[in-house]
């Protein structure tokens, strides 16, 4: 039987995100997956049946790292893996896969040791020239690392239908990224809305021991009938006892965040507020049965790792006055649903979650999407390139020489001529 390892060095995230690889590589052999040590336990909840093996992927520099793996390096050598997948541009990773013969790894693989860098395989360096573009996005990070191997498991397999499950609202107090995050009294005044439509459920605050500040405020802020009925469990919960709480949840209020992630693992709805640097279409809670809200200004998504300029701005569509009614109404609508949908400001778009035979698709439902004929034109481009037949995906269509000129100009941009000349795989 087939021997496989997936190295996932990110976080929470991404290794729920890691999913649909995992599925597949799991329906072909004996998987083997290399997470943060930390993650461990998460991950042997998330995968049973996977062997997990976990290393210092984070919190030490890299010369330490490299020390401290050197057991749990030897023992993977030793696994002799048949295929290696790497998740990850980053040098720790690629210090790993110099273990393996660099025919066996896929994803990010170092380069010559005269070089020391990495190398992205074919379908890596596709995404990459996309992410230069990322408002045209439509590839989801769950498919992204699924289509590292070829015929990966269909998007319905990976994650259940979300569906309410009686135990109340759940919110997700803020993520890793500040600004990511809606601000503690606009969360609140999202609480109060939702507490209403959902009549009145039992609330349970979720985040680590740095969320319980938020956590306190927003309490203060809630209504003393609400707060009454409201569990605060920020950095009382560890991965299991996590896994509990979200299991079964009427609905998870989350920015982006790997809470958001597991809901969906799980079959949890969540209704997901994106803005700042997060962009759903690319990582977007996953499967059937979420809302998502997301703030579309012109300079969004803006890089994480860059400081706004205009103060977060895009913050300010879901602090107008009448978003809390169109809040209300949105867990009802649907694509069918869109000609009756209010208008909404400028900037601000209403999207449900959804698949098709390349992966997740979001539907939008209210709102305007300027993008939406060039998304469609590189999704087309992403599946005629992995071979996937016309019907898997719809085709854009271009109703004026310009368009047709945008799209022309966007595939050139993806997919170079030598990317087509190219003898090696698409996938290798």
Known sequence: MAKFLVVQAARFGDLVQSKRLILTLREQGDVHLAVDAGLAPLAR???????????????????????????????????APDVVYNCNF???????????PPETVIGYRAAPASDGGLL????????????????????????????????????????????PGGRGLGVALSGREARRSLPVPLLAEVVKTLSG???????????????????????RLLPPKLAAHTEDLSGKTDWPS?????????????????????????????????LSSAWCHETGPYGLGHTIWQAASP???????????????????????????QLARSLAWDETTRAS????????QCWRSGLDGFGAKLRLVA??????????????????????????????????????????????????????????????
Request: proline residues 10%; charged residues 20%.
């Open 242 to 274: 996590l896994v509990d709480a979200v299991t079964g949840l009427d609905l998870l209020v989350t920015p982006d965040t790997g809470l958001m992630h597991l809901a969906a693992h799980l079959g949890t709805p969540t209704l997901a507020f994106f």
């Open 197 to 219: 439509v959902l009549g009145g459920p039992r609330i349970h605050l979720l985040g680590s021991a740095a969320e319980r500040p938020a956590a306190h405020k927003l309490l």
């Open 120 to 163: 992205r395989s074919p379908w890596a360096r596709l995404a990459f020239r996309l992410s230069r573009r990322r408002r045209l996005s439509p590839l989801n990070l769950v498919d992204f690392w699924a289509w590292f191997a070829p015929g990966p498991v269909a998007p319905e397999r990976v994650n259940p239908r979300a569906r």
């Open 341 to 348: 949908a209010p208008a909404l400001p400028p900037g601000l």
């Open 90 to 100: 980053s040098r720790l990773t690629g210090a790993l896969c110099r273990l393996f």
């Open 299 to 325: 300079c969004a998504p803006c890089l994480e790792s860059a400081p706004c300029p205009r103060n977060v701005a895009c913050l300010e569509v879901f602090q107008d006055a009448g978003f809390a009614r």
């Open 45 to 79: 909840l998330l995968y049973p049946g996977v062997a997990v093996h976990g290393l210092a992927f984070h919190g030490h520099d890299e010369a330490a790292a490299q020390a401290r793996n050197l057991p749990a390096f030897a023992d993977l050598r030793a696994l």
């Open 367 to 428: 709102g305007e999407d300027p993008d939406a004929l060039l998304r469609e034109g590189a999704r087309a481009v992403l599946a005629d390139w992995l071979g996937l037949p016309p019907v898997a995906v719809e085709a854009p269509r271009p109703e004026t020489r310009e368009q047709r000129d945008e799209l022309r100009r966007l595939g050139e941009a993806l997919l170079p001529d030598a990317e087509w000349m190219l003898p090696q795989g698409r996938y290798a």
